[in-house]
């Protein structure tokens, strides 16, 4: 519900505590409880769960009741989950459930009618249910629950009046969950996309500073590669550059107090393993049949057992398929690498260079490049 209201002033209430069936079994009871403080922001200190109460949508000055407000202390990290239901007539009852932070003033239809909310649940079927799940990521403080009964002239579809089962609890969660997707393979300083999502307690969590860090293989010292914020539904994406095989993991701050962060949430580890930059370069577009002619290319880094690890294959197209298959190694001490050919029969063939995975790069095909022998 999202229409405003007009309310009578000079409202008064009786604080009634009476015992209520809040369920068909009679082993399941709580308080119907209603306080003259209720009605605004700072509310009362909420009562314990589960415990019920009533809502009045009415024009009659001195019996208006539109608005209960709970006060509810919180802890960083500490997850609250709020339900209510309609008790009495669902078929024209229905209130809204709204959590404001700490600092919200009164009054609380103000702060209802400017959306100054933390979190909110607006179930538009008559006597449906309402639920908040809400993790505080500040220091500890006040927040505020406001269940609001709304009145439009007549329309019993919107708000009503009638009783409410409200069941709450509150628990410490022990840390942050941050998911994280990445390929395992990409190419040689290509930009390699990492996205995920920071949640806890299974709620998303919204505009958190997130670092994803690196550590090279045989290094010691993580390093910043990559930040940025989460969205609204509280994922993030991003992209690192692979040139070297490392570790990687994302780290995101949960919640700021003066001095420094309160605390962090890290990833899984993962690895990426890039794959060498390997290049045929100079290729004939034609050669001789058992006549010399060279070739070469270029690989990104160097291999690190050293030279002669790239190897050329070279195959003959007959009967309908490739084969005739042979290697040849390849000098590649500087960057580039060169081969010499002499090919033995005439033909369609086509040249591959190759080069096998070492500790830091996985193995590492070029593209085919296809020529005839006469």
């Known amino acids: 519900m999202s229409r405003p209201v007009v309310r009578s002033a000079g409202t008064t209430f009786a604080v009634t505590v009476v015992a209520l069936a809040l369920c068909a079994s009679a082993a399941t009871a709580s308080v119907l409880f209603n306080s003259p403080d209720d009605a605004d922001i700072p509310g009362v200190a909420i009562p314990g769960s589960p415990f019920g109460s009533s809502l009045t949508a009415t024009t009659a000055v001195g019996l208006e009741d539109f608005d209960d407000v709970y006060a509810i202390p919180l802890r960083?990290?500490?997850?609250?989950?709020?339900?209510?239901?309609?008790?009495?007539?669902?078929?024209?009852?229905?209130?809204?459930?709204?959590?404001?932070?700490?600092?919200?003033?009164?009054?609380?239809?103000?702060?209802?009618?400017?959306?100054?909310w933390v979190a909110i649940s607006q179930n538009e079927e008559p006597g449906g249910s309402?639920?908040?799940?809400?993790?505080?990521?500040?220091?500890?403080?006040?927040?505020?629950?406001?269940?609001?009964?709304l009145y439009a002239d007549g329309d019993t579809e919107e708000g009503g009046s009638g009783l409410y089962r409200m069941t709450w609890s509150r628990r410490q969660l022990t840390g942050p969950s941050v998911s994280v997707a990445a390929p395992s393979l990409a190419n040689y300083n290509a930009a390699v996309p990492v996205a995920g999502a920071a949640t806890l307690g299974g709620v998303p969590q919204a505009n958190l500073r997130y670092d994803v860090f690196m550590l090279p293989t045989g290094a010691t010292r993580w390093t910043r590669?990559?930040?940025?914020?989460?969205?609204?539904?509280?994922?993030?994406?991003?992209?690192?550059?692979?040139?070297?095989k490392?570790?990687?993991?994302?780290?995101?701050?949960?919640?700021?107090?003066?001095?420094?962060t309160i605390g962090w949430g890290n990833s899984r580890l993962f690895t990426i393993t890039p794959r060498a930059y390997l290049a045929l370069a100079a290729v004939p577009s034609a050669?001789?049949?058992?006549?010399?002619?060279?070739?070469?290319?270029?690989?990104?880094p160097l291999h690190t057992a050293g030279r002669g690890h790239v190897k050329i294959l070279a195959q003959r197209w007959a009967n309908g398929a490739w084969g005739s298959s042979f290697y040849t190694n390849a000098d590649n001490t500087t960057g580039t690498f060169s081969a010499s050919l002499k090919l033995p029969a005439k033909g369609v063939w086509r040249l591959q260079a190759?080069?096998?995975?070492?500790?830091?790069?996985?193995?590492?095909?070029?593209?085919?490049?296809?020529?005839?022998?006469?």
């Open 76 to 116: 960083y990290n500490e997850l609250l989950l709020l339900d209510m239901e309609m008790l009495d007539d669902p078929a024209t009852d229905d209130f809204d459930l709204i959590l404001y932070g700490p600092a919200t003033k009164k009054p609380v239809l103000t702060a209802y009618q400017n959306s100054a």
């Open 287 to 300: 050669a001789q049949v058992n006549t010399s002619f060279g070739l070469n290319g270029y690989i990104r």
């Open 354 to 374: 190759r080069v096998p995975a070492d500790g830091l790069h996985a193995a590492t095909y070029s593209a085919w490049r296809t020529f005839r022998v006469y």
């Open 246 to 260: 490392a570790v990687y993991r994302v780290r995101t701050t949960w919640g700021e107090r003066p001095g420094g």
């Open 225 to 244: 590669v990559s930040s940025g914020y989460t969205g609204a539904d509280g994922r993030y994406s991003t992209s690192v550059r692979a040139r070297t």
């Open 130 to 149: 309402e639920a908040i799940r809400f993790v505080s990521n500040s220091a500890p403080a006040t927040y505020y629950a406001h269940v609001y009964c």
